[in-house]
């Protein structure tokens, strides 16, 4: 315990740094910008701002980057409850009962209670990313390249399982990923693999190229054949920002219900900020005594799932930050700017660069603060920003895009990458493909491949080895139970049912 | 062509149900399978493709003649993409040496996943000449392909031209991909938007750009 608090006393230090906060509030703001704006996603955010980091240290890039995302989570509740189009898949279901608190005149306690509720859970999830942090990484330790690769087979599979649609499909998009990630030279030998004589290609394919294609060019493309969206945005002025003494004691059991299974969905690989808020709304409406309530402007149904997504958007780092393993397709982009800075992520990195580690855990309470601190005042700001018409927003991101690949390598080749990968994104959604498993096999593939074939050197090509040994065993038999269980009828159509509400 | 498969109500004459969709569709499958069936006779050791490339050819007649009734053309092409790719990745990987002894070649692990990435997508395939699904929404021209031209042409300016004239001309060229496009805002948005460009990425981040063409 005390080594808990003296490890957070070092993290504060290191996030309480002038730099380090500049670039905390940089991140949240940003964040809470493209969460505000529909149709820009923090997944393709981020791998725009992945060059402009290059330039600062490892820490301050981290933690910008990690504001980015739980600031998204904020900024898509704000767009939600004034506009009623989500600014992140997050905030979907906010919509509901968000947007109906606000035609009655309560915006100003639904963006509130928002606020406040994910403030909640930013504080509960911090504390748990800190407590989980050392004994996942002593646990980790234990791992040979056999319980590693079982780890990633297992990961994947829970991305497959929870992510919506086919898990066929899924499936086949992660092995996608796998193999478009062995395009370049070998690790082991330096042979050029499916290089096709293409010297651009020999160091592979980069994957802020890719996920800048399938998620940033392809989703422009995407928005483009939408008809012209009418944003009515709301007229009444928002009067009284503060939630009244009833709402407040109404909406703090489905905070804390929200944040739990927020923590908890956030945790498990492949969960993220989605699942936890469709879940938290779910079991809210389950559990209140009045359901006929939900969709007509509850409290609660604004409160819990605002709460769930902040808290499992930031757990989802406890995978990451201790095992290496990125559960879902922002935590992917993560380990990419840890490479760019000579980062591997894992368990070394808790013992290796403590401040690291605990600076971002640290950032993110303090960076939790601070958007309960602007967003509120800030409210109005964002919702002008609303009023630029989307024909003027895509071509700016496209731009912003361009540039911010080609200054990664200098290299126009990586430009031309990323616009191939759009047109493969766009033919992936006409054929109801998730791009986000083919990103996550992208970025575990290398891992994966090495660790497979570590394993089959220690075993003397024995293929068995994934299941005598006890720890992979485990991992491996869970990974099958839950494509069973996934596949199984009565099961897949609960999970359309969760995703169609 | 969006009218897709749907239309042609199971059961009846399943044989002979041709309709532009899978003709169109069928004739993409034939024609790329055959490309890569051709490569695969070019590649020495590559006997496994030009088996799976064949039989991509085959099924690629079917559905253009419609022998294959189609019923959930989503996967059923989304599905032989996902067989296509790996038979691919195994002409190109045809060449690297696979195992010896215990330890893996270069070229196991491509093989490998390769095998079972096929192995799901004709899965994807099958499922798709079975189970009844949405057919595929319609592809739009204009948008995609000025958004697409516009990041090529980004990509083919930035050495020659420099930034400016490459981020102008980028943004004003896939602005022309949306129909609500006014020209003056556009332009004054593009000046806006080039300036911007310049002052943070070159002024503020200072990375190496060259703003004008160099004569």
């Known amino acids: 315990m005390s080594d808990l608090l003296a490890n957070l006393w070092m993290g504060f230090q290191v996030a309480g740094n002038p730099f380090n906060i500049l670039f905390c509030l940089l991140g949240v703001l940003v964040g809470t910008l493209v969460g505000v704006l529909p149709g820009v996603g923090s997944v393709a955010t981020i791998a725009m701002l992945l060059p402009i980091t290059f330039g600062l240290p490892p820490v301050g890039a981290l933690i910008m980057l990690a504001g980015i995302y739980y600031g998204a989570q904020y900024g898509g509740s704000t767009t939600s409850v004034l506009v009623n189009i989500p600014g992140e898949a997050t905030s979907v279901i906010t919509c509901l009962d968000g947007h109906q608190m606000a035609r009655q005149g309560r915006a100003g306690p639904a963006l509130s209670i928002a606020a406040i509720g994910s403030f909640f859970a930013g504080c509960v999830a911090t504390v748990l990313v800190a407590a989980l942090g050392a004994p996942l990484t002593g646990l980790a330790l234990l791992f040979g390249p056999a319980e590693y690769f079982s780890l990633m087979v297992l990961g994947l599979i829970f ?343 | 062509m969006s009218e897709g498969v749907s239309s042609s109500p199971r059961g009846t004459r399943p044989g002979f149900s041709i309709n532009t969709h899978n003709l169109i569709g069928g004739l993409i499958v034939t024609v790329l399978a055959a490309l890569l069936l051709a490569w695969a006779f070019y590649v020495p050791n590559a006997v496994i493709p030009r088996f799976m490339s064949a039989a991509l050819v085959l099924v690629g007649v079917a559905a253009t003649i419609g022998l294959l009734p189609v019923h959930a053309p989503r996967d059923f092409y989304g599905g032989i993409a996902l067989v296509m790719l790996p038979t691919l990745a195994l002409i190109a990987s045809a060449e690297l040496p696979g195992q010896r002894g215990f330890a893996f070649g270069p070229g196991t692990a491509p093989r490998l996943f390769s095998f079972v990435l096929a192995a799901l997508g004709a899965a994807v395939a099958i499922g798709g000449v079975f189970a009844e699904g949405p057919p595929i929404e319609k592809y739009k021209i204009r948008g995609p392909a000025l958004v697409i031209i516009g990041i090529l042409a980004f990509a083919n300016m930035i050495r020659p031209v420099g930034l400016v004239p490459a981020t102008f001309l980028t943004f004003m060229i896939s602005i022309l991909g949306s129909t609500e496009m006014r020209w003056i805002e556009s332009l004054l948005m593009a000046a806006a938007m080039t300036a911007f460009c310049v002052f943070l990425f070159v002024y503020l981040l200072n990375l190496p750009f060259q703003l004008w063409p160099r004569f």
Request: aromatic share 8%; glycine share 10%.
């Open chain 1, 159 to 501: 991305a497959v399982v929870l992510a919506k649609g086919s898990v066929l499909k899924a499936v086949a998009m992660v092995l996608t990923g796998l193999l478009l990630s062995m395009i370049g030279s070998d690790l082991e030998t330096g042979a050029g693999r499916m290089t096709f004589d293409i010297p651009e290609l020999a160091d592979g394919i980069g994957f802020a190229n890719i996920a800048m294609g399938v998620f940033g060019f392809a989703e422009i493309i995407r928005n483009l054949e939408l008809p012209a969206e009418s944003r009515e945005i709301l007229k009444t002025k928002i009067s009284g920002l503060m939630p009244s003494r009833q709402d407040l004691i109404d909406s703090s059991g489905a905070i804390a219900r929200g944040t739990l299974i927020g923590s908890m969905v956030g945790i498990l690989p492949g969960g993220g900020a989605v699942i936890a808020s469709f879940a938290a709304y779910t079991f809210e409406k389950k559990l209140s005594k009045h359901p006929e309530r939900f969709g007509r402007g509850a409290i609660e149904g604004v409160a819990a799932p605002e709460s769930a997504n902040n808290a499992a958007a930031q757990t989802s780092f406890i995978p990451l930050l201790t095992l290496g393993i990125p559960p879902n397709a922002v935590m992917a982009l993560m380990v990419g700017a840890m490479t760019i800075h000579g980062i591997v992520p894992g368990p070394q990195v808790m013992t290796k660069q403590p401040e690291l580690f605990w600076g971002m855990i640290a950032s993110m309470w303090l960076g939790n603060l601070m958007l309960v601190v602007i967003n509120l005042p800030l409210v109005g700001i964002w919702v002008s920003l609303l009023r630029v018409p989307y024909r003027l927003l895509f071509p700016s991101i496209i731009v912003f895009c361009c540039i911010g690949i080609y200054s990664i390598n200098n290299s126009p080749f990586d430009v031309t990458i990323a616009a191939t990968f759009g047109i493969i994104g766009y033919w992936l959604v006409k054929h109801d493909f998730e791009p986000a498993p083919l990103l996550l096999g992208f970025v575990l593939g290398p891992l994966m491949e090495e660790n497979l074939r570590r394993a089959m050197l220690i075993a003397r090509g024995d293929v068995t080895v994934f299941f005598t040994r006890p720890i992979s065993a485990v991992l491996l038999s869970t990974a099958i139970i839950l494509l069973i269980i996934a596949g199984l009828p009565k099961i897949r159509r609960r999970r359309d049912e969760v995703f169609v509400e």
